[in-house]
């Protein structure tokens, strides 16, 4: 009998260690998700995300994860480098249809270090992070030619998704580094909730097709790694609930709120679809599911209107998507891994969506160069419900290119106003003679009301020095100083 015990023991132990080695990886970005927009994190939200709260209940609940940018491209480059987007030449704003790749050729990417350990890899959705378009004798894009640094450059085996977010040309469909379309045409811009700007489109192309059409892309992957030997990172970035707000008519009015209530209920309902791939394939235990947003959620979501309903999007915090306040960049963050985490954990520590490439490197015993994951720290401890997290200090970018710290409950934000696009901005906050500087500590006062930099000097001073050492370090992890690609200004924009 004892014997039997400790062979159980032992199999036990060897499982445990085996599934920390060579997990499955699904990490799921929805695009301009807010906080407050899941049933389990807003007691008061209006939308029943079922499928995420029982992921939630599975796994652990992170309160207070932020993007390192309150919009897209920054927060996807951060994501998957594991290196602060303000490092790199994109100082503010976003990329647009046609700018080269911002992920340089030679920097690594969770996929390309996955790949080391045997993983096969795929990114199923939008990219926004540039591709490397091709151009004709005239000096124009051609679309049909052969894509010169997509995410088959960077580490991933497959890629089936689109280019940007789906208001922004052009609209067509890539598997690896061709267009799938046959012809291209134009489509003129569309208005209201579900708007897109005019541009190409492919004859393949529908907006109101593509969410359904990606999710099957990756129920369908799912499915086919079942039948191999390899682990798999799945990289799935969701175009919705991001304007063009189209919501199938399964969901139209089934919140009672908004088309963009009944978008974020049918996103909701894609996370569902890929947990019952995981589940049906038998992968569940030993799969790790991340799901997140690539920043809060936006006005273009009549947040307002939204509020009318009863329902606030961004929860609790001030602003919205492109803000340097809360609301601009912290967001939903969940973690299920039968294997290791917990069910029904939740964590309070402060955490950056740039530590996922660190994780990824604990979690498959690697150990990253002196040039990768600079401002990633390994999950790993927080999800064995351990000490050892390491992040002290945690930095911050809005739309404007403005600049905020975050140690412990203290906020340091280089702004006038939101340094985005809730009032006041930054134009108007100069003219009400704003202070250029804002300190909040935010377990007294979450909404960022009340400016404690006059009453707190040391504290700024204490946090700009540290600001200052992560910037010239070229990175926040220990280790020996690395250079940023361009010159860092945090008081460029004030």
């Known amino acids: 009998m004892k014997k039997n ?20 990886i699904i990490y799921i970005l929805a695009d301009d998700l807010g906080y407050g927009d899941l049933s389990s994190l807003n007691k008061n939200s209006k939308i029943k995300t079922i499928h995420l709260d029982k992921l939630a209940a599975a ?39 046609y700018d080269p790749p911002l992920i340089g050729k030679e920097r690594a990417t969770v996929a390309s270090m996955l790949k080391k350990k045997g993983y096969h890899t795929a990114a199923i959705g939008k990219w926004h992070l540039g591709l490397g378009w091709q151009k004709d004798a005239a000096g124009e894009v051609d679309l049909m030619k052969t894509i010169q640094d997509g995410p088959t450059s960077h580490g991933f085996d ?29 489509i003129a811009a569309s208005p209201g909730p579900a708007f897109w700007r005019e541009g190409p489109i492919g004859n393949d192309f529908k907006h109101a097709e593509v969410l359904p059409h990606l999710t099957q892309k990756a129920v369908d992957y799912i499915g086919e ?3 191999g030997k390899k682990p798999f990172f ?42 019952q791939a995981v589940e049906k394939a038998g992968l569940a235990q030993n799969t790790l599911i991340i799901f997140t947003s690539d920043n809060g959620a936006a006005p273009a979501a009549n947040l307002e209107q939204l509020k009318q309903k009863g329902h606030l999007a961004n929860y609790i915090f001030r602003g919205n998507k492109a803000d340097i306040y809360e609301g601009g960049h912290r967001v939903p963050f969940i973690a299920k891994w039968p294997a ?18 660190a994780t990824a490197a604990a979690l498959t015993d690697q150990k990253l160069a002196a040039n990768e994951g ?8 927080l999800f064995k419900g351990a000490k050892g997290y390491q992040r002290k200090y945690t930095i911050l970018h809005s739309i404007s290119g403005n600049f905020s710290i975050r140690h412990a409950n203290w906020k340091l934000a280089f702004s006038y106003g939101s340094g985005g696009w809730s009032a006041p901005d930054e ?37 700009i020095k540290e600001l200052n050492r992560i910037i010239d370090q070229g990175r926040s992890t220990p280790g020996p100083k690395v250079n940023n690609d361009v010159t860092v200004d945090y008081e460029k924009y004030l």
């Not at 032992?10 to 920390?20: D, E, R, V, Y």
């Not at 609940?61 to 932020?66: L, N, P, S």
């Not at 600079?374 to 401890?381: A, G, R, V, Y």
Request: with cysteine.
């Open 5 to 24: 015990l400790f062979a159980i023991v032992a199999l036990l132990i060897c499982t445990s260690l085996s599934a920390q080695n060579t997990p499955n």
């Open 59 to 97: 796994g652990m609940v992170f309160t207070d994860a932020h993007t390192s940018s309150s919009v897209c491209t920054p927060s996807r480059y951060s994501i998957l480098t594991g290196r602060y987007n303000w490092r790199t030449s994109l100082q503010d704003g976003v990329l647009w249809s």
């Open 158 to 186: 497959y890629f089936f998704g689109i280019t940007a977010s789906l208001d922004i040309p052009p609209y067509v469909y890539i598997e690896n580094n061709k267009v799938t379309a046959t012809a291209i045409d134009t």
């Open 225 to 227: 790694q079942q039948k």
């Open 234 to 275: 799945l990289y799935f970035a969701l175009p919705s609930p991001h304007t063009p707000i189209l919501p199938t008519a399964d969901y139209i009015g089934k919140t009672g709120t908004t088309p963009y209530g009944d978008f974020v209920l049918m996103t909701d309902a894609v996370v569902g679809q890929l947990v």
């Open 340 to 357: 290791m985490i917990r069910a029904g954990a939740v964590s309070e520590a402060t955490i950056s969506l740039t530590d996922f490439m």
């Open 374 to 381: 600079e401002d990633s720290f390994s999950l790993l401890p």
């Open 427 to 463: 134009s108007k906050a100069k003219q009400l003679n704003m202070p250029a500087v804002q300190l909040y500590n935010l377990s007294a006062d979450i909404s960022e009301n009340n400016n404690l930099k006059a009453k707190y000097p040391s504290m700024v001073e204490k946090m």
